[in-house]
């Protein structure tokens, strides 16, 4: 499966983006699907992910902030994030997986996206 993240940019703390990553060659709804992001300088972190079934898990930090959705007739999983923090700022990446687990190990994720800038000022 090839994977496309798109939807980055520039916005003010509290603001919104909503972010696509958008999959092709395979059946995307087998997939489990995964957002990271990787800040200047820190490891990159799992922000959410969905099962093929749709269960969700987040990461404590964007809780309540932040949802992952998926549609599968049109083959993208989404990201809305609000409350946008200066903290949120990174460079975000989907990765996918056949199955229906919430991988939360990097090394899990076996297909991975080109990354999609988020910056986030005060």
């Known amino acids: 499966v090839q994977l496309q993240a798109s939807g980055g940019g520039s916005v003010k703390a509290g603001g919104s983006l909503r972010l696509s990553c958008a999959a092709s060659?395979?059946?995307?709804?087998?997939?489990?699907v995964g957002w990271y992001r990787q800040a200047p300088g820190k490891q990159r972190e799992l922000v959410a992910a969905?099962?093929?079934?749709?269960?969700?898990n987040y990461a404590d930090s964007v809780k309540g902030r932040f949802t992952i959705s998926r549609d599968n007739a049109k083959n993208t999983v989404y990201l809305q994030m609000n409350s946008l923090k200066p903290e949120d700022t990174a460079i975000y990446y989907c990765?996918?997986?056949?199955?229906?687990?919430?991988?939360?190990?990097?090394?899990?994720?076996?297909?991975w996206g080109q990354g999609t800038q988020v910056t986030v000022s005060s």
């Open positions: 990765a996918a997986q056949l199955g229906g687990g919430l991988y939360t190990d990097r090394s899990a994720w076996g297909y």
């Open positions: 060659g395979s059946t995307f709804s087998n997939y489990a």
């Open positions: 969905i099962s093929s079934g749709r269960n969700t």
